[in-house]
Structure formats: structure tokens, C-alpha cells
């Protein structure tokens, strides 16, 4: 059942018998902790006019729902509330839109073809990804916003002065307009991109002593050996270098802290020449 907000009607509070808002409905939500491989543990603040968007089988479409005043600039649980929604599955995301153009469990999400490296990898990541919840999927009244890319952390432990990182696919999509579904999970279309480049600015300096770690986020799934291409671009032009993966399965960012593709290049391996596969 979903929790009621307190009642504001002009009947006395001591005619009635629960805290009711007539038309109006309470959810409890959460984000998932993320901890990514390096340790660092990200937690999700929502901020005051940042909301959610909700949508449930028998009533309720792009309902929007607002963030409690006690919960600003908080993190863990929330409160929001909004119109009466109900029916057997009722989803949300974040942030809210009011040009939304979704259904229940085809929600639309774009996957950046263009990425910018950010010391900060947590706010890098919510400007790549979309929030989505269903309502008591693990069955405790609750709504837990889950992540629906996976990510791939580069190491370089080499001296290198990276401009910018293009991941391409020879199977599939990886960038462009995809759907979560009522598992909340990422399904791509047929129009979009094979690649993601992720934009380092003027260059991110590399050395054994201060190794530089590279997100790039992308599509979950199981890509096969030879599908995923990784070509590091460098100043000067003569050091940048191509990898050929081998299978790689990509797993969405939750918390757990051993889902995340880890790709390590170090000083001890041949020289770089385009083709070389140092994960081999």
C-alpha cells in the first residue's frame, strides 16, 4: 500500500482515523550507494526543485512528484508527493521532465555519445545516466532509483598525456536513444552510435608516480572477444595507442564494488603499437 500524507482537509484531526491527503499519495525513495573500485563511496544528494517523475498502470502519468522540505540538500532516504497514483506497477525517474514522452516500463534514456573526463567521476556519471525506480521491487514499500549504465575504468600507470578516449563496438549501439524497462533494465534501439569518446580538455597528464584513472560509461551486457575497441588519443599524436579487448562483461553500476570493467595499462608492457591487445 502506498503511504498517505497527513491530512490538511478542514475536518478536525480528531475525526480522523488516518493521517489522509485526499488525492494526494507519500513515497519513500533512495539511491543506491555506488562504490566504485578505487574505494570512494558516492552517495546521491537531492537538492530542493530537482523532483521525480512518476507513472503507475491504472492511474497516474508523469505525475510530478516533489521533494519534502525537510530533505533538502539530504542524502539516503527521502520523501516526495503528488497527485494519487496507483495500479500494479507504478515506476519513477529523475530527474523529473514535463515533456517526458514515455510509457509504463518503456522509459527513454539517451546514452551520451560525447563524455567529458571529471575528476569527480560521481558527478560525471549523473550527467551521463538517467535515475529509474519501480515502486516495491524488493517488496518493502519502498522506491530504490537504480543506475542503469555500467562503467569501464582505464588506468594508466604509463607517461602519457591523454586527450580524449574512443570506445567503439562492432556489434551494437552504444551510444543514443534506449528504453529501461519495468526491470529497469537498458535495452538500446536500432539508431545511434557505436562509439563513445570521452573528452579529457587541453590533456590529462599520466606517470607511474600519479596514475590517472578514465570512466567511460556504457550499455550493460556481454560484448564478445575482439568487439570492443579502445584507442587512447595522446599529445603528442604519436603516442596514442589502440586496444582490442578481449570478452568483456559489463554488469550496471550498483553497489557492489566489483562490477565495474577495470582496464589497467602499465609501464611494464611492450611498446604501444595500434593493434596491440596488453590484455591478452
Avoid at 113 to 130: C, I, P
Wanted: charged share 20%; hydrophobic share 35%; aromatic share 10%.
Amino acid at each position: 500500500m502506498i503511504l498517505l500524507a497527513a491530512a490538511v482537509s478542514c475536518q478536525k484531526q480528531e475525526t480522523v482515523s488516518e493521517p489522509v491527503i485526499e488525492g494526494h499519495s507519500l513515497f519513500v525513495a533512495d539511491v543506491e550507494t555506488l562504490a566504485f573500485w578505487n574505494g570512494n563511496s558516492y552517495e546521491h544528494l537531492w537538492t530542493e526543485g530537482v523532483n521525480i517523475g512518476v507513472y503507475a498502470s491504472e492511474q497516474g502519468s508523469n505525475c510530478e512528484y516533489i521533494l519534502k522540505r525537510a530533505y533538502y540538500d539530504s542524502r539516503g532516504e527521502v520523501e516526495f508527493y503528488g497527485p494519487k497514483v496507483k495500479g500494479d506497477v507504478i515506476m519513477a525517474y529523475y530527474p523529473y521532465d514535463a515533456e517526458m514522452d514515455a510509457s509504463l516500463g518503456r522509459f527513454p534514456m539517451t546514452v551520451s555519445s560525447e563524455q567529458t573526463y571529471d575528476s569527480d567521476v560521481y558527478a560525471q556519471f549523473l550527467s551521463t545516466t538517467g535515475l529509474f525506480a519501480r515502486y516495491d521491487l524488493y517488496s518493502d514499500g519502498k522506491m530504490h532509483f537504480e543506475y542503469p549504465l555500467g562503467c569501464m575504468a582505464v588506468t594508466i600507470d604509463y607517461p602519457i598525456t591523454v586527450k580524449s578516449m574512443l570506445l567503439e563496438c562492432a556489434s551494437r549501439n552504444l551510444a543514443g536513444r534506449g528504453y529501461v524497462d519495468e526491470e529497469l533494465n537498458l535495452e538500446m534501439s536500432d539508431t545511434g552510435s557505436a562509439s563513445i569518446r570521452l573528452e579529457c580538455g587541453e590533456g590529462i597528464v599520466s606517470t607511474p608516480d600519479d596514475s590517472k584513472t578514465f570512466y567511460i560509461m556504457l550499455p550493460p551486457g556481454t560484448y564478445p572477444d575482439r568487439d570492443l575497441t579502445l584507442t587512447v588519443e595522446a599529445v603528442p599524436a604519436s603516442d596514442s595507442f589502440i586496444l582490442r579487448m578481449k570478452q568483456v562483461q559489463v554488469e550496471r553500476v550498483s553497489i557492489a564494488d566489483n562490477n565495474i570493467v577495470t582496464v589497467d595499462i602499465g609501464g611494464e608492457l611492450p611498446g604501444f603499437e595500434v593493434g596491440t591487445n596488453p590484455l591478452d
